[in-house]
Every structure is written in C-alpha cells, then in structure tokens.
C-alpha cells in the first residue's frame, strides 16, 4: 500500500517536473506570428510602408521607452525599477551589432507580439501582451521604420535581474498564465469608430499595461480592465466611462486633452505628460476621438458637449476648514486663484481639476507635498512649476488642506488621514 | 461684494506690526507696498518664478529662509520675523544709511547691477545662503555650484548673472567661516 503511494508521488513530481519542463522550454508556447511572416519584405514594400510605421511607432510610443533620458535616438537603456529588479530597454535601432539590424521580418515580429526576441524571452516590462493584439501590417510598418532609421553604435545595457528573475527563459510560465491568444480587437456589432478605438486603447496605446491592475503575478487582471492602478505609489485612474466621466471628462473634451495635455480637469502629469510628449500629440484626431468613443463605449462622438455635472460639494468640520483656507489663502491661492479658476499657461484650475475628484487621495497628496517640474506642452503651452511644500506643511496642515479641496471641489469624503500624508513623505 | 479682513501681526525689519486689519486673501507683496509702503519686494512675473519678490524670514531656531511674496498670503506671516530689502542695510538714529549689509556691499564692488529691478531678491537669495554657509560651511571647490543652486532661480535680464556670480563667490571666499579650511 505505502509502496503504491510512493509510486503515485514519485510518479506525480515525475510529471509534474515533466511539465514544467516542458513550458520552460516552450513546448507549451503558441507563436501568434503567421508561417508566411517568414518571407522578407522587399527594399520597396519596406520603403513604401516606413512612413505609416512612423505613425504606428508614435501611437504605440516606442521611442519613450526605446531612449534612456539624453541618450542616442532608439539605442535603449531606460531603466524599469520593478520589484525584482531593474530592467533596461534595449537597442532597436538598426546596428547590427547592438540593436536589431540583424533581425528578419519574422523575428522582429515574435519579439512584438510573441515577446521572444532574437537573443531570448522579453520581460513584460515590454508590452507584447498589449502588442500582441497589433495587426501584421502594423508591426511590418514598425519593422520597416526602424530598419530605416539611423544605427546607433550604443551597447545594451544588462539587466540587473535577482534570480530566479535573471533566467529569461522562465518568461515562459507568465507567458502561458498571462498571454492571450485572442489577438483580434474586433467586436462585430460595433462601429468603425469604437473598433478603432479599441484597436488604439489596447493593441497600440498599450493604455492597459498601466490602468488596469496587476493581480499577484504582474499580469493583467482583465476583470478589473482600465479601472486604475496604482504605480510607484502614484495612481493611474480609471479611465473606463464611469472613471472618466468621475474625473469631469465628456468624449469630446478627452480626445482634445489626450492631444494638448491641457484641459480645465487638469494639466498631464508623471508618465502621462510623456505619454502626450512623445506620443498622443502626434495621433490623428480620428484616433484620439475614436479612442475616446471607444473608452466611452459610445458608437460616434456625440455631436454636443456633454460635461458630466459638477460634484456636490462635502461640508467638513469647521476645524478642517479653517485650517485647510489658512494654507490655501496662504500658498496656494496666489496661483490657484481664490476661486480655485488658474492662470492659463501658468497654473492649472483647482475647482474642475481631476486630481480632486478621484476616490484615492494619493496623487493630489504626493502633488501637495513633492510639486510637480514645469512642463512644456503642444502648441507652445507650458506650465509653470508647482513648488513642494513638504517643508512648509505639517501631516496634519496637508490633510486638512487634502480634505478641504477634495470634498469642496471635487465632492469626495474628507477621508485623508494624518498618517496617509505621512506615507507619502 | 465685502472684502472680508482678519487681523495681522507680525515682525517687519525688527518692528511689532499690527495687529491690523488685512483682507484673508491679499498677497504679502501687496500687504507690503500698500499697507506698509515697503515697495523694494518687486513685482516681477506674479507666478512665482522671477523672484524678484523674496523676502528673508527669520525661522524659529534662527535660521533664515526666502519666500516668495508674490503668491504667498500676507496672513501666512502672521507672528513670523519678516525682513525685507528695506531692512538690510544698518540704519542710523534718523533713518540714514549707515552701513550696507555685507551683501548689498558686495554687489555694489562688483557693479553687480544694472537697472535693479531683480536686485532685491539677489539681496535677499544671496543673504540667505551665507547664512546656511555659516551654519554649515562647505568645501572650497563646491563653492560655485552651490552659489548656483541656490541663486540660479533668481531673474534677471540685464546682467547676465556673472557679476552677481562673482560678488556673491567673492564674499563667499572672504568671510571667515563659510568654507572650510
């Protein structure tokens, strides 16, 4: 009996070791790139599709993450702080030698969608989950932009990796938990412009990787698709109709802000000034809006402007109040202005701001206390540094300051604690 | 429409000021030219960025800090020692002009300025950061960077900064004490 179950286990862990070594080698892997990718483009196909790859690379923001801060054009080395280590991006110019001169069609295509790269696994910090979903004539246009591009003689940089994270080639249990092979966007039923939209929100704009949470594996968790997540402590809304609609957006004014980066709900901040800078200010106004029609699960832009109403405003305790107008009179209304209104091109208005009618307290908190850098926007609008009054503030003064704003302004529950403020610090 | 007013008091180059009545949303540099006709502070941009506006306060533990006086409220100075370029120079029984502060010296050796308009705010920066020298000297060779750090916000549009530059750094170098040996 007792040498029955000892069989049983052993036979057991044998297949179990069998298994996992069968999806470490990929056995269980399913490429999505198509047999007949294989065949090269010619020198016309690919001249003739560069430049729609152009577009391509700016909606699905290549660049902001394929060049290191004042580092040569494509040639990697942005570093990607994740709990297990930093990853840098690599090279995708040209060079034969450090980026992906070297690279067929086919393969170029696997490291897109597949997220196996000529030289092994990819991370997901790389977004071929999302990536996944492009069209084959879209990652052909990429392909052929960047093998037009100039080469950059820049060296990758290696990633610093704690074990067992450092071994590529376990990408392959997140890939067979995580990846989809679902790789259309396409719902029938629906129009052109929400299928586009679509098509732009998740497959190019990869919006998802950062809006919708992770669930313990890092993977996305599609039941909570676009509802908001937090990163490095700063949160990435929900950008679903209710979150947007939350926020003071109608689908008119979100397309324009995702183009200019600037609208009465707020000026973008953290990753999402980049994301305008190096990528939606360029999209077509038909993508903006149908990415919009789409994130409002709306057929077509409606033709009239429908802001959502104003929130209600909260009463807070006298005490809060008094405490929190202190320092709004003091520090923030030379700016703000005393009706929260704002300075074009200067400072961003309080009473309609985003910032303030979020559930979480978080970035309106960490803006308080850490400011925000000056930012130049499309169309020569610029905004002006927002100070850090970390040094001038107590716990408590932000707080109050917090609560008052919120529940004023944005109509949220002055729920922000000393010990919140103190989180952030 | 009512302005409504609350009372204000505070230390102003070494005098009790107040309590005096002080609309709850009128900016320091306001309080300043217009209640207490103290009109170096300048009003240069409004937003906060020139600096032509600072003023020194006198925190508790005696260390000194510069503040905007253009965006920030008169009332957040309730009960704080406030001095502005009025008050840097040492002042005879009637008024005159008795000795330049250290700074204001400096700047005048170095003809540091051409119209002024910035001058205030230089004098206020520059006070500020030899008093931080004094409480923490620094070594000789971050002598100009940190003369940068702490002035480079400061705006001005005539000089090109390099004779302020130097006057500060030359004062840096000469008073005991800041750098160390």
Sequence with gaps: ?????????????????????????????????????????????????AQRGAYVAVAADCYACH?????????????FVTPFGTIYSTNISPDKENGIGNWTRAEFHRAVRDGVGKHGHLYPAMPYASYRKMTTDDVDAVYAYLMNREPMKVANRANDMSFPFNIRQGMTFWNLLNLSNKTTTEVSGHSPMWNRGRYVTDALAH??????????????????????????GVLAPDITKAGLTQMGFDPAVFATFMK???????????????????????????????????????????????????????AVPEQTATSARETYNGLCAGCH???????????????????????DAANLNRTILHGIPAQRFPGLARMQPMPAFAANLTDQQVADLSNWLRATWGGQQPNVTVQDVQRLR | MTIVTRK??????????????????????????????LTGSRMGCGQGICHACTVVVEKDDGSLEEMRTCIVGAHWFEGRKVRTVEGQAKLGTDGEIVALSPVQQAFIEHFAFQCGYCTPGFVTGATVLLDKLKREPIERDAVEQTITDALDRHICRCTGYVRYFEAVRDLVLKTPGLVKA
């Design chain 1, 1 to 49: 009996m007792l040498r029955k179950l000892l069989l049983a286990i052993l036979a057991a862990v044998v297949i179990g070791v069998l298994v996992a070594a069968g999806i470490f080698f990929g056995m269980f892997e399913k490429s999505v790139v198509a047999a007949d990718i294989e065949q090269q483009l010619s020198a016309d196909q690919m001249k003739a599709l």
């Design chain 1, 67 to 79: 060049t290191a801060r004042d580092g040569a054009p494509w040639a990697g080395g942005m570093p």
């Design chain 1, 207 to 232: 919006c998802g990787e950062c809006h919708t949470p992770r669930n313990f594996m890092m993977g996305m968790e599609s039941s909570r698709y676009l509802q908001g997540a937090m990163l490095d």
């Design chain 1, 260 to 314: 200019s980066g600037i609208s009465a709900q707020g000026a973008m901040t953290n990753q999402m000034f980049e994301v305008v800078h190096f990528s939606s200010q360029y999209m077509t106004s038909e993508d903006l809006q149908a990415m919009s029609a789409y994130l409002f699960d709306l057929e077509n832009l409606p033709q009239k402007p429908e802001l959502p109403p104003k929130p209600e405003p909260i």
């Design chain 1, 337 to 359: 202005g005393v009706q929260g209104m704002g300075i074009p091109n200067v400072v961003v208005p309080l009473a309609t701001n985003a910032s303030l009618r979020l559930k």
């Design chain 2, 8 to 37: 204000l008091s505070l230390t102003l180059n070494d005098k009790a000021i107040g309590p005096i009545d002080v609309p709850e949303t009128m900016m320091m540099q306001d309080f300043l030219h217009e209640y207490e006709n």
